[in-house]
């Protein structure tokens, strides 16, 4: 399962989220605009993930939102049973802070 979400401040979808099933039955891809995160959850062993980007990987760039945080409130289908360390880092959001994005 794949998630986006709107982290752009001042959008009257602001923190909402979608999700779509992507699998080679479907073969449906997603496109994630600027100013939205991105998230997946794989409901199969033995899954390849392939990404097709804008501009070149800038480590000093990259940020995040946590997986489980309450004000995104994302029902993953599965639990959660592998997760990197950064991915478990990201700090919560902050409902105060309109301006991620």
């Known amino acids: 399962m ?8 001042g959008s009257p979808t602001y ?9 080679a039955d479907n073969r449906r891809q997603l496109y994630v605009p600027p100013g939205f995160a991105h998230s997946f959850q794989t409901l199969a062993d033995d899954i390849e993930v392939t990404y097709l980007v804008s501009a070149p990987y800038t480590p000093s760039a990259e940020g995040g939102v ?5 004000l995104l409130a994302i029902k993953w ?5 592998v997760i990197s360390d950064k991915d478990e880092n990201w700090p919560l959001l902050d409902p105060d802070n309109p301006s991620l994005f």
């Open 77 to 81: 289908p599965l639990p959660i049973s």
């Open 2 to 9: 794949d998630v986006i979400v709107d982290l752009r401040g």
């Open 66 to 70: 946590r997986y489980n945080d309450p």
């Open 15 to 23: 923190l909402r989220h979608e999700a779509f099933e992507l699998s």
